[in-house]
């Protein structure tokens, strides 16, 4: 996890870093600035499209009573490309963009949930149970031995839940 992180504040800022001198060292310093001002300014408007349209689709499958699974994939995914388009680079605006396009959310979508089924299934993360007022049979549940060890739900339980990684 260590090693996850230092890459991810470290040697991703310092590629960034290289390649903006890159750039600028080829096309000039005001062509880079505005470069990365422009990168900044389309992508918190593409951002926002989305944004909006996804927050649309969320109201649609909430209102006919579905769960918007996909649909709050899509905000997460909109929210984090927005914060990389906002950070000047060109690797993270790479990144951001496709990000917010959907047809590359959806296949990255699909990998981080092949990826989650697969963490799910080895044990690496694990299911636990969280009852509220508004849950059927509401409230803490201290009578049901599974509410609190993490186990699989009561059959029959609504499965409304958080995955704690370990």
């Known amino acids: 996890m260590f ?9 991703v800022p310092l590629l960034e870093l290289a390649l903006l001198v890159q ?11 505005l470069l990365v001002l422009a990168t900044g300014i389309g992508g918190a408007a593409l951002a926002r499209r989305e944004g909006l349209r996804t927050l649309a689709a969320v109201q649609r499958e909430l209102a006919a009573g579905r769960m918007p699974a996909a649909s709050l994939l899509d905000g997460a995914a909109i929210l984090f490309g927005g914060a990389l388009l906002l950070t000047p680079g060109i690797l993270t605006d790479l990144v951001g963009f496709a990000l917010l396009l ?12 092949r990826w989650f089924g697969r963490e799910l299934a ?7 149970v969280v009852s509220s ?3 059927p049979g ?3 549940n201290d009578e049901d031995p599974h509410h609190m060890r993490g186990d699989s ?9 958080e995955i704690i990684g370990e």
């Not at 090693?3 to 040697?11: E, Q, T, W």
């Not at 739900?153 to 839940?161: K, L, N, Q, V």
Request: glycine share 12%; net charge positive; aromatic share 8%.
């Open 153 to 161: 739900p009561p059959r029959g339980m609504d499965p409304r839940h």
């Open 138 to 140: 509401g409230g803490a």
């Open 3 to 11: 090693a996850r992180l230092a890459l991810l504040f470290v040697a």
């Open 102 to 113: 959907p047809p590359t959310r959806r296949w990255f979508a699909a990998r981080l949930t």
């Open 122 to 128: 080895a044990g690496r993360v694990r299911w636990s």
């Open 133 to 135: 007022p508004m849950t």
């Open 23 to 33: 750039v600028g060292r080829a096309v000039g310093l005001g062509p880079t600035l």
